[in-house]
């Protein structure tokens, strides 16, 4: 049975996010009490969408052990390409966001092949697709910006309900990715495919199409981040998502996603996008230093990290113990005679 210490200590590893969470927002609220403001909680929420969507897409790429660093360019490429069409046929904002989500796919069609088919490691494969997704877009812009059509600043700055557009887009991602990862049958083979793919595939899984479709949905979801984050500003340069794709992963990893695998929960995507949002913010309210931002920001996720090695190691050892060592051979009794 475990001790007080023990127990208290398995519910400190299980949610460090929420620890570290509240633990910054206290810290802030006490520097700079107008940072707890509800106009300000509102900000951080919206400001932190678009890294939240893409989040959810990738929390499903580490739940299965993979990884994917195209997704900075696909917030780039995505949006690029439905700008061009919304142009060329005067296509509504709606119809603009469809052909986002359709180039999206395309390009985590293009990572799947890849790693599924040809079995490429998924590290090499999205940090090629990374460059080679950047430099398509930089030759369709010639290194120039590219200005959207006047109605996508105003579906950024619209609201449903009172709900700003951008929040709005986030929880319906977030209750999508919920739905499917708690409460279907593809959710659950994920998590299995994660644990143990090869137990995964004797169990009757599919897991070359359970893989594919986690680097199709994380690309999907990169490209609607990417979508929403320029419906906020209207305009796109070649630095567009540059860099974001280290963002989108501090942010599932510091959710509770584990690097290792089957670990996860698309709440947890979401509660680290906002956390990562809530230290920037935060540093510019108590007016810290500007080149000391990112090492606070970088420590943060470096201790998200190392809890999430201390959890894995902790849940292998516990394992360890559950598993007895076969004892010796009990040789058959010897019939008595009567």
């Given at each position: 049975m475990k001790s007080p210490a023990e127990r208290a200590l398995d519910i400190a590893v299980r949610n460090t996010t929420y620890l570290i969470f509240g633990a910054v927002l206290l810290w802030f609220g006490l520097q700079a009490p107008a940072f707890l403001m509800p106009e300000s909680l509102a900000n951080i929420v919206k400001q932190s969408?678009?890294?939240?969507?893409?989040?959810?897409?990738?929390?499903?790429?580490?739940?299965?052990?993979?990884?994917?660093?195209?997704?900075?360019?696909?917030?780039?490429?995505?949006?690029?390409?439905?700008?061009?069409?919304?142009?060329?046929?005067?296509?509504?904002?709606?119809?603009?966001?469809?052909?986002?989500?359709?180039?999206?796919?395309?390009?985590?069609?293009i990572n799947a092949l890849f790693v599924v088919v040809l079995r490429v490691v998924p590290f090499i494969v999205t940090l090629?697709?990374?460059?080679?997704?950047?430099?398509?877009?930089?030759?369709?812009?010639?290194?120039?910006?590219?200005?959207?059509?006047?109605?996508?600043?105003?579906?950024?700055?619209?609201?449903?309900?009172?709900?700003?557009?951008?929040?709005?887009?986030?929880?319906?991602?977030?209750?999508?990715a919920h739905v499917v990862l708690a409460h279907t049958t593809f959710g659950r083979q994920i998590y299995a495919f994660g644990n143990d793919p090869e137990a995964a595939r004797k169990s009757g899984v599919n897991t070359a199409w359970v893989q594919a479709r986690v680097y199709v949905i994380c690309s999907a979801s990169?490209?609607?981040?990417?979508?929403?984050?320029?419906?906020?500003?209207?305009?796109?340069?070649v630095g567009f998502g540059e860099g974001r794709e280290f963002d989108?992963?501090?942010?599932?990893?510091?959710?509770?996603?584990?690097?290792?695998?089957?670990?996860?929960?698309?709440?947890?995507?979401?509660?680290?996008?906002?956390?990562?949002?809530?230290?920037?913010?935060g540093l510019v309210f108590v007016g810290v230093n500007l080149y000391l931002q990112p090492i606070l920001l970088g420590t943060i996720i470096f201790l998200a990290v190392l809890a999430d090695g201390f959890r894995v190691q902790r849940l292998r050892g516990r394992l360890r113990r559950t598993i007895r060592p076969p004892g010796p051979a009990v040789e058959p009794a010897t019939p008595r005679k009567v």
């Open positions: 969408s678009f890294i939240g969507i893409a989040a959810l897409g990738m929390t499903f790429v580490l739940l299965t052990g993979g990884i994917d660093l195209s997704v900075g360019a696909v917030m780039f490429l995505a949006p690029l390409i439905a700008g061009f069409v919304m142009q060329a046929f005067d296509l509504p904002v709606p119809a603009g966001l469809v052909v986002a989500l359709a180039a999206g796919v395309a390009m985590g069609a090629a697709t990374l460059f080679l997704f950047r430099g398509f877009g930089t030759w369709l812009t010639s290194s120039t910006q590219f200005d959207f059509p006047e109605q996508m600043r105003s579906f950024g700055l619209s609201s449903v309900a009172g709900i700003p557009m951008p929040i709005f887009v986030f929880a319906i991602c977030a209750l999508a990169a490209a609607v981040a990417g979508f929403v984050l320029i419906s906020q500003i209207g305009r796109l340069d989108v992963i501090a942010a599932a990893v510091l959710g509770g996603a584990s690097l290792m695998g089957g670990a996860g929960t698309a709440f947890g995507a979401v509660v680290g996008a906002t956390l990562i949002q809530t230290v920037k913010l």
